[in-house]
């Protein structure tokens, strides 16, 4: 009961925030575009859609600002800022792994610039993702509102689980409404690569049906590849279902090292 109403609050938070600009509009009027302005679709440019938790976080970490030329879209409004976290459509409060990644991405000189696309609930169920929802309903916005501008998604990063802990009956019925999300995600005109993150239950806890249906999505669904293993506790660093400052530090690095590998759009 308590978990649902801490599920359905913050559910009410993301829509507030989907509704309403960021009051920072006043201080970064000055810098605030549509993404179009920035973004032209063009190879030098990543744009990342992430999906899904918003636990990817650091609590004794200090939110990091964006460098030049890393931009993070509010899904209230569909304008472009200056990223800085917390990111907007996150509802995170602390440091996240995307700033950082976007970050290294552009201080490498491996993009030019970076736009981070976040629609994130923390403690969501995978119920909560069906297309029917109101939740895909702002991401279906938000990519109609990109490909408006013709900019395309370079990767999607599909992190979720912890909200579901164990109470999936069977690892084919989380299974299933991944499949039905890609399906409804393909449907809308989005051909980029999916990578599913394992989370397990719990970041850090390799037990339980959500972990072993993390374990086949990438074999069983066309597009979706395998992103990091955040069980494997030899590489990250976690604590309370979350990362800690180095856990995040590695987290952000791996998924650095995956987009060298990726083909641009």
Known sequence: MIST???????FI??????FALSDDAVFSDRIYPCGHFFHGAQNEAVLLVLGDSNVTAAD????AGVTNVFSMNPGNG?????????????????????R??????????????LLVPVMLAKSSIADWKSDGKIFLRVKSLLAS???QQISVTAVIWQQGQGNDNSIGKPEDYVAAVKELTLALRGIGLSSPIYSVVTGGCIGSNQGN?????????????????GPDLTDTSKFESADCGLTLNGLAVYSY????????????
Request: hydrophobic share 40%; net charge positive; with cysteine.
């Open 5 to 11: 109403l801490l599920r359905s609050s913050a559910l």
């Open 14 to 19: 993301l829509l507030l925030q989907s509704s």
């Open 61 to 64: 970490v200090t939110p990091e």
């Open 79 to 99: 304008l472009c800022y200056p990223a800085t976290d917390p990111l907007a459509g996150s509802l995170a409060h602390k440091g996240s792994a995307w700033t």
């Open 101 to 114: 990644l976007a970050n290294k991405m552009v201080k490498e000189k491996r993009y030019d610039r970076v």
């Open 146 to 148: 990109l490909s408006k």
């Open 210 to 226: 959500v972990y072993a249906a993390q374990q086949q999505l990438s074999k069983e669904l066309e597009g979706v590849v395998f």
């Open 254 to 265: 791996y998924w650095y090292e995956i987009f060298g590998k990726t083909p641009q759009p």
